[in-house]
């Protein structure tokens, strides 16, 4: 960031006070960011961007992050459409008077269709000039097209409009002895937005709260709102139920049974309205009639509001209320506006597994420990309705008995094997009391997995998104096989590469994915944000989780998850990996990331050297 001595927002703006901000603005800034490697000079490229914003335009603040962020309302308002390649050609056809072969040979040239628009417009000739856009022109017209390539780039944006927030209110940021104070508020603030985002993920609220408070904006100046979901909290995995103990000596914890079903963030609305939210924070409200009528019933009359965390099971009522797999709850319909799923329409049966509660009658509970959380839950309630409402199944250890004895270590492993025995993947060990706080979208050693695959070769299954692909030979000929697997590293919002995958698929699961990856998802070159030496046949757009599993992890100098976090230029790997399945309702960068493929590593070293000392 220029220092403010140096800095004229008019001079860098080009435009004037109290007039809205010209589209060409940002563009002109999405062009330098663009062309930018370094993070820390693009963050402070956006900075400096959204400074000028805040001196002349403040009210252009709210549409420019949601454009930099590639969105255009909320995650939970469900914007999304999926506008291809071919529409914007049309598009383009009609308002460039360009032909789609003219076009087509641009693209090929080019790579990318931005850039052919804007030779197109350039060599185009007009009777009148057209009148520059606005920001919030363009922003406005995208709500109403409702389209937009969701992207990923909020832990950056967000912090570069902290920045510009503090240097905003701080005019004499280069005096000596100020610099220290400044840089101290630069994070404190960074940290604040970032954390108010994850428990308020509205730019609508956040914004004009930040903007309002300036740096004495904390998380706690915004409240959790029910209607809008909160980031989910997550777990880490261990090697097995010692490891887990290990990280729980004297401290009281519980283990609750680990269901295999979808999440559901359950909302009690000020109307009385229930609503559902999947691990993503799309709103499923219309899949579950029948778990918003069992919520209603369940909860006592003075349970006003509430934000439940809780998994959603299959369940065979004909057959002793069995609990059944994940695959068997994908099969449920979808809801849609135009299908909707009506309470005699239901064909597969589902109970609901409450775990956590979050807010309660107006009141947070993030930092309230999970003990009291739990007291809370069970006020607002009713006793459980078996097959239909149900708190998780636990256990717990006082801390007198956390440790890694004898009679804990039976009383657990015995745990986990009833958690299997009812269908379950593996338990959850979680704090109690010590740092037992609700962590929104943290994966914190407060909240252990331990699932059964540990024993079967990798502690988990990673789930990957495939970024490429070669063409198959012999019986795969016309299909796509191998396809390029990659990791996410949300620091440096690259997907990196970490195995081909060729073992797992069904034939019918290959021609899907080629139909699936058709012209408008392959693109024309590698993008920048794919590190990997592999150089596949062609590159695709990230779309898809899949669920990868493998015998275990190697040092590579091909594949480059996790580069610079276990080997300084290189990457891990899996060997022999193979599919297990889609992972559906979630976002591409939500896939496993660089951290998570380091620490499982690492894990598999510490398991390694035990069996050696053994
Ligand atoms: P996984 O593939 O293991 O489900 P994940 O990335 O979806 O991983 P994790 O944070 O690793 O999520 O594991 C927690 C998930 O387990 C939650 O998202 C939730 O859907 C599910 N779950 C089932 N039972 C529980 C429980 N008792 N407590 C917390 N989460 C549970």
């Known amino acids: 960031s220029l ?41 402070s490229m956006l900075c400096n961007m959204f400074r000028s914003l805040l001196a002349l335009s403040p009210e252009d603040v709210i549409p420019a992050v949601y ?37 087509r040979a641009m693209y090929n040239s080019l790579g990318d269709l931005g850039d052919v628009a804007q030779v197109c417009r350039q060599t185009q000739s007009f009777l009148a000039p057209p009148s520059p856009l606005l920001i919030k022109d363009v922003f406005s017209m995208l709500r109403n097209i409702r389209n937009l390539r969701i992207g990923a780039m909020m832990r950056t944006v967000l912090p570069a409009l902290a920045q510009a927030v503090v240097l905003h209110s701080s005019p004499n940021f280069c005096n000596k ?97 229930v609503c559902i939210f999947s691990r993503n924070g799309d709103e499923t409200t219309s899949r579950f009639p029948d778990l918003v009528s069992v919520v209603r019933e369940s909860c006592k009359p003075d349970a006003l509001t509430f934000i439940l965390d809780a998994e959603v099971v299959a369940i065979d009522r004909k057959n002793g209320s069995k609990l059944m797999s994940f695959q068997e709850l994908s099969s449920r319909e979808r809801g849609s506006k135009d299908s909707l799923i009506t309470l005699d329409s239901i064909k597969v049966d589902i109970c ?59 009383k657990i492993s015995l745990f986990l094997e009833e958690a299997f025995r009812s269908s379950c993947e593996g338990i959850m060990i979680k704090s109690l009391d010590i740092d037992a706080g609700y962590s929104p979208s943290k994966r914190t050693d407060t909240w252990l997995k331990v699932k059964r695959d ?38 440096t919002e690259e997907f990196q590469s970490v195995c081909r995958v060729m073992s797992g ?40 989780i899949w669920e990868i599993r493998g015998a275990d992890f190697t040092v590579s100098p091909v594949h480059q998850a996790a580069i610079g976090l276990v080997h300084p230029s290189r990457g891990i790997s899996v060997r022999f990996p193979r599919f297990i399945r889609p992972v559906m309702d979630r976002r591409p960068e939500e896939c496993s990331t660089a951290a998570d493929i380091a620490d499982m590593f690492h894990s598999q070293t510490r398991k390694m050297d035990v069996t050696h000392h053994d």
């Open 3 to 43: 220092p403010p001595e140096k800095y004229s927002p008019i001079e860098h703006a080009c435009w004037k006070l109290g007039q809205p901000a010209p589209y060409l603005h940002l563009a002109r800034t999405f062009d330098l960011v663009e062309g930018e490697k370094g993070k820390i000079k693009a963050a």
């Open 67 to 103: 454009l930099c962020t590639n969105k255009i309302a909320a995650d939970h308002e469900n914007m999304e459409l999926n506008i291809g390649g071919s529409i914007v050609t049309s598009a383009m056809e009609e308002a460039c008077g360009t032909s789609r072969s003219k076009i």
């Open 177 to 273: 002895g100020t610099t220290e104070n400044i840089k101290e508020k630069l994070q404190c603030l960074s940290a604040a937005v970032v954390e108010a985002y994850n428990i308020l993920p509205n730019l609508d609220l956040l914004i004009p709260s930040l903007l309002n408070k300036g740096i004495g904006f904390s998380s706690s100046s915004l409240s959790m709102v029910p209607g809008i979901p909160i980031k989910p909290m997550l777990a880490k995995i261990t090697n097995g139920v010692p490891q887990a103990l290990k990280l729980f000596q004297n401290k009281a914890f519980t283990c609750e049974y680990k269901y295999d079903g979808q999440r559901a963030q359950i909302h009690k609305l000020v109307d009385g309205s």
């Open 352 to 410: 609901v597994f409450v775990f956590d509660i979050m807010f309660a009658n107006g009141k947070q509970l993030l930092d309230i420990p999970l003990r009291q959380r739990r007291k809370y839950l069970k006020d607002l309630f009713n006793d459980q309705k078996l097959g239909y409402f149900e708190y998780a199944e636990e256990t717990t250890v006082e801390a007198d008995d956390a440790s890694t004895n004898e009679a804990t270590l039976t």
């Open 454 to 491: 540990y024993v079967e070769g990798l502690n988990d299954s990673l789930d990957l998104v495939p970024i490429g692909a070669w063409h198959g030979n012999g019986r795969k000929a016309g299909w796509y096989s191998p396809f390029l697997m990659a990791c996410y590293n949300p620091d």
């Open 505 to 544: 698929f069904s034939d019918n699961f290959y021609k899907e994915m080629k139909e699936f990856f058709n012209e408008d998802k392959i693109l024309s070159k590698k993008p920048p944000y794919y590190q990997t030496a592999e150089l596949p046949d062609m590159w695709f757009t990230p779309e898809l």
